[in-house]
């Protein structure tokens, strides 16, 4: 079968070779109108190669089936790579257009290849007489997963079932797309204007100035101060305003979010595609879609996620109910009103932090200005892996906030390219996350990782971060190492291509290192005099940050609960979603005056794409191996011990997912994890109770 092209690739910079900057995509090109045509393009080639594979004469083996099929579609991927990245990070309503009508295209094409039955005859006859073929682990590796990868979309259905299936996954990547959209469409909405000192009151200036940029932002009058929903300046305003109106409409707004009639009504959306998944995991033979997730996961069944989130529940809603007593007593002494709202517990808490530590969080930000902070996340990845990271300036990128390095071994070999965008503005999504341009592969003598770490500060000059800020760079910061670091020879296991649980090892495995003393002195630097934080503010921090960990346990715990219970219902269920998280709220008994960090109508996690749903716990599983792992560095009395970290390259970082992941953690760790260091580290557990574990 031939695919002929629609249009010219001369006229369209998408379907051109990208030799400059090592194939870095010449954003100042790029318009949204040139993706259409290029994906008519790139879908009708991949299309052309999957056939190619399939009809060979040849009697399928590793290289004419595997290798063909890991090199195949690489026009469509880099086409594929950008469009996501620009959605994401720099939309416009002609690209929001396009990725509508794209959506369901693209998803039918990714299907029509899973289904593709000729293409999965080869692959399941290698992969029945895998044992005889001679294959190296990473080559059974990449047999093993891309076989079921094909099994798990489908590939084995009969012919009515194909069809229905097909329908669904197109379906569901118009929802997807359609809740995304909704979503920051709420966010580019909102806007609490602070017109007066008035409404400014316990606001520190660091936090006014990013509140006069974001009213800038926002085209308001000059000298007017504005609160987004973007958590780097929400999260700060209701931990500082004394303006106790101020912050519940902030709060109720933020909770809102996609939980309003209308248009952009999310629960709609999230129903119809949780009635999706239940006829997709119905599909596939599954009692329900948590079951269908989770057997592709580190955890095996929705019922060992659920044991590991029950060790955390409970003893956080009772050190909770500790904390309560003395943020209500706070409260009293302020003249706040009591019982406290979920609007007050950030700021009491900052007001029980401030006087039991002596120490005041507005007075550790002026240390942790962004470019400091990114120096020493480069400092780290140096100290540990051999890294450089060179600046190279006047290069377009997809935004001129958007900064560009290069880098490079210790050997000057150069390593792959790595993009940080760290400023919220209107044409971003909100939260945090780590992409590529570009993976890391072995095809054509190798390819380089382009990677890119997306955050949402507050822009500002200077960019001075909170600790928590911090932590979301350095975490980001992981994914990007566990990108740039891979070694692998084929693209489907290359970087962050892992198990969903798995996947946020590295990333919160690098956050400890932005809390190591040295590093703090070397790199937070007071941004006006230049002076190192001094050691009893960093002991100070070091001893707060156990405090009011009940309260991040149970607003992080009781989503991803409720997450596995709309996940685990049974094929066929009917959701109200707005009644449903009621009813789990209930029954989990989530305290009111906590509340949950992620409401399910704007839950992106789960209803953004499919990556996370039934998954929301990972990030819970992921600690239990990092806090486990970081004492691999704790026990040798050094955070940058040399054979520790040279452990963790090999076996970690660089590894990809050319092992199972449990056998990975075993190399690095030489056992199984432990959950104790978690308890501990979270304030969970006494020291004592953790010695007799």
């Not at 909704?182 to 316990?202: C, I, K």
């Not at 003893?315 to 409260?331: G, H, I, N, S, Y």
């Not at 919160?508 to 003393?517: G, I, K, R």
């Not at 979603?577 to 399910?600: M, N, S, T, W, Y």
Request: aromatic residues 10%; hydrophobic residues 45%; charged residues 20%.
């Amino acid at each position: 079968m031939t695919h002929t092209p629609l249009t010219d690739p001369h006229d369209n910079p998408l379907l051109q070779e990208w030799p400059a900057h090592h194939g870095l995509p010449p954003f100042g090109q790029i318009q949204a109108s040139h993706f259409e045509p290029a994906f008519d393009v790139a879908l009708a080639q991949h299309l052309d190669e999957i056939d190619a594979i399939a009809h060979n004469a040849l009697a399928p083996d590793f290289d004419n089936t595997l290798v063909a099929l890991d090199a195949g579609g690489r026009l469509l991927n880099r086409i594929e790579l950008l469009f996501h990245n620009l959605a994401a990070s720099e939309t416009s309503p002609d690209l929001q257009a396009a990725e509508l009508r794209l959506a369901p295209r693209l998803a039918a094409h990714e299907n029509s290849i899973y289904m593709h039955a000729g293409l999965f005859a080869r692959i399941d006859a290698l992969h029945r007489t895998r044992s005889t073929l001679g294959l190296d682990p990473e080559q059974l590796r990449l047999l093993e997963r891309v076989h079921l990868d094909f099994v798990r979309a489908g590939a084995c259905l009969q012919q009515q079932q194909r069809v229905r299936y097909g329908e669904i996954m197109t379906a569901l990547a118009e929802l997807h797309t359609r809740f995304t959209q909704n979503l920051l469409a709420e966010d580019a909405a909102f806007t609490l204007e602070l017109p007066d000192t008035a409404s400014l009151e316990g606001v520190p200036e660091y936090l006014r100035a990013s509140l006069r940029a974001a009213a800038e932002q926002r085209g308001l009058a000059p000298g007017m101060h504005a609160v987004t929903l973007s958590p780097s300046l929400a999260e700060p305003f209701l931990t500082f305003s004394a303006r106790r109106d101020l912050r519940e409409q902030l709060w109720r707004a933020r909770v809102g979010r996609g939980a309003q009639a209308g248009a952009r009504d999310n629960r709609v959306v999230a129903a119809q595609i949780m009635a999706l998944r239940q006829e997709q995991a119905a599909l596939l033979g599954y009692a329900t879609y948590a079951d269908y997730e989770l057997a592709d996961r580190m955890a095996g069944t929705p019922q060992a996620a659920l044991d590991l989130l029950h060790q955390t529940w409970e003893p956080a809603k009772t050190f909770a109910a500790v904390d309560r007593q003395t943020l209500t007593e706070m409260a009293v002494s302020l003249g706040e009103p009591t019982p406290i709202a979920a609007w007050d517990w950030r700021y009491l808490a900052e007001k029980v932090r401030s006087q039991r530590f002596d120490l005041d969080n507005a007075a550790l930000k002026p240390y942790f200005s962004l470019d400091q902070m990114l120096g020493a996340m480069f400092d780290c990845a140096g100290r540990l892996f051999g890294l450089q990271f060179v600046e190279l300036k006047g290069i377009a990128l997809h935004h001129a906030d958007a900064r560009l390095w290069e880098v490079r071994r210790d050997t000057g070999a150069l390593v792959g390219l790595f993009i940080g965008d760290n400023y919220a503005r209107p044409s971003k999504r909100s939260g945090a996350w780590m992409s590529v341009f570009r993976s890391q592969s072995g095809y054509h003598g190798g390819t380089l990782p382009i990677v890119i770490n997306n955050n949402n500060f507050a822009k500002a000059d200077p960019c001075l971060l909170s600790f928590d800020d911090v932590r979301t760079l350095f975490h980001e910061f992981g994914h990007g190492l566990h990108g740039l670091l891979s070694q692998v020879r084929y693209e489907r296991l290359a970087g962050t291509r892992v198990l969903r649980d798995y996947v946020e090892l590295p990333s919160q495995l690098f956050e400890n290192w932005a809390l190591e003393p040295e590093v703090l002195q070397r790199h937070a630097l007071h941004f006006q005099t230049g002076a190192p934080i001094p050691a009893e503010l960093v002991d100070k921090l070091k001893r707060a940050r156990k405090f009011d960990q009940a309260w991040a346990t149970v607003q992080y715990t009781g989503p991803a609960l409720i997450d596995l219970a709309l996940h685990r219902l049974p094929n066929g269920t009917t959701v109200d979603i707005a009644a449903f998280e009621a009813e789990q709220c209930r029954l989990l008994g989530v305290p009111e005056d906590i509340g949950l960090r992620h409401g399910l109508a704007h839950f992106q996690h789960l209803f953004s794409s499919s990556g996370y749903a039934a998954g929301y716990y990972v990030y819970l599983w992921a600690e239990v191996l990092e806090a486990d792992g970081f004492e691999a560095f704790e026990e040798t009395g050094n955070a940058f011990d040399p054979e520790t970290a040279a452990r963790l390259l090999r076996t970690i970082y660089s590894t990809g997912n050319t092992l199972p992941p449990a056998d990975a953690y075993r190399a690095f760790r030489g056992r199984d994890p432990v959950v104790a260091p978690l308890l501990y580290k979270r304030g969970l557990v006494a020291p004592a109770e953790l010695v007799a574990q």
